[in-house]
């Protein structure tokens, strides 16, 4: 699939299928969300650019690397980009955050917004929009939509899990915006929920269910 990276690593498959299974708690769902969080932020960052940076060693002056450019964005879109937000802050901790607030009429499937709040200079960063699940995409094209309002030119999108039709719909408004993601599952019911998926990720994060 273009433009879609599917992250095989044997650590993040095995934390999705506890992350799938119904049978695991709440307590454990949020631990295992921020740890496969963290993997996949090791992933989507792969291949920033470097500068070199002059510094001392106890033992002698070196020609050292550090991250080029301003400080990354992640904009987690509310509620399920929470859970997954303090995973990806674990590994760069000095990212600025972007909240998104959409939620999915859960008759028409539409993303409605009820929060936007992101640093001023978006067209200056590398922004990496957390949508856990990119089901119909609708929510994720709204938030893109959003953050290109906002100045956002340089986009990345990771998630848990993609549909076919999710990916189909992103790329159809925005395939400048490259998909990591554990897995891409094959289908969505009536309401809009992947099939096998994990359920609602937001209500097992925070037991709501
Ligand atoms: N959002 C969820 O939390 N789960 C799905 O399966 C689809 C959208």
Known sequence: MKNVTTVAHPLVQHKLTLLRDKTTSTKDFRQLLREIATLLCYEVTRDLSLAPKHIETPMMPMEASVLAGKKLVFAPILRAGMGFIEGMLDLVPSARVAHVGLYRDP?????VEYYFKSPSDLSERLVIVIDPMLATGNTAVAAVDRL???????????????????????????????VWTAAVDAELNDHGYILPGLGDAGDRLYGTR
């Open 107 to 111: 008759q028409s499937l539409t993303a």
């Open 148 to 178: 290109k309002e906002h100045g956002a030119t340089d986009l990345r999108l990771v998630c848990l899990l993609a549909t076919p039709v999710g990916i189909a719909n992103l790329h159809g408004r925005h395939p400048d915006v490259p």
